[in-house]
């Protein structure tokens, strides 16, 4: 009996652990579904952006794409992406990809700056620098997390610190958005946790003649 009741706890344990506690991460619904599209205080995802596309770099990944600017040297501007998240307390690794990709045209001194912030903090962030005309600049940002249960916001920032002008500066894109933490069950798994846990003890009662 006490073995069943713990088999019970571990899975209702691994149910509150979820994948991916954001929605739409890689944009798979092909739209901006779960997310909160935004700007800084004078930037702009660019004309017509931000639209979900293919990820550059293949893979049958789907993006968010922008053409990103209206900051000026040293000051960064562009769009926000946010989610807000329901977590459960504990430790979480937050990440999203990234890549810049030249215009065609030109030689461009800013690619792109991208940051990953969490709860109004930033976490990390990645400066492209200079992209050349057919260059495609990618990476990854991750870090690491204590959360407290409840509700938190994952942002990413994509920020250039120059102009924005259709078609002639750098194009950037963001996918595979994740949270990787402890995850809240719903109130219905717990009632059928119980209800389990209730059945086995009655079977066991009836089989031992108690």
């Known amino acids: 009996m006490p073995f069943v009741l713990v088999a019970l706890l571990a899975v209702f344990a691994a149910q509150a652990s979820a994948d991916n506690l954001l929605v739409n991460g890689s944009f798979q619904s092909n739209d901006f579904t779960g997310w909160t599209i935004g700007t800084t205080s004078t930037g702009t995802w660019g004309q017509g952006y931000p639209i979900v596309t293919g990820w550059p770099l293949g893979g049958g990944l789907n993006a968010a794409e922008g053409e990103v600017g209206g900051g000026s040297p040293g000051n960064f501007q562009g769009g926000t992406l946010s989610q807000s998240f329901v977590s459960g307390a504990g430790a979480a690794t937050l ?30 962030n990645f400066d492209v620098g200079q992209i050349t005309a057919d260059q495609i600049i990618s990476g990854s940002l991750s870090a690491n997390a204590n959360l407290t249960a409840g509700t938190h916001t994952f942002e990413i920032e994509v920020l250039r610190q120059y102009g924005q002008a259709q078609g002639n500066t750098p194009y950037q894109f963001v996918t595979e958005a994740d949270v990787e933490g402890q995850g809240v069950p719903e109130p219905g798994s717990f009632v059928l946790f119980l209800s389990g846990a209730l059945g086995v003890a009655s079977v066991v009662t009836r089989k031992l003649g108690l």
């Open 95 to 124: 990440s999203f990809s990234y890549a810049a990709m030249g215009d065609g045209i030109h030689t461009n001194a800013d690619g792109g700056d991208f940051v990953l912030v969490l709860d109004g903090t930033e976490l990390a």
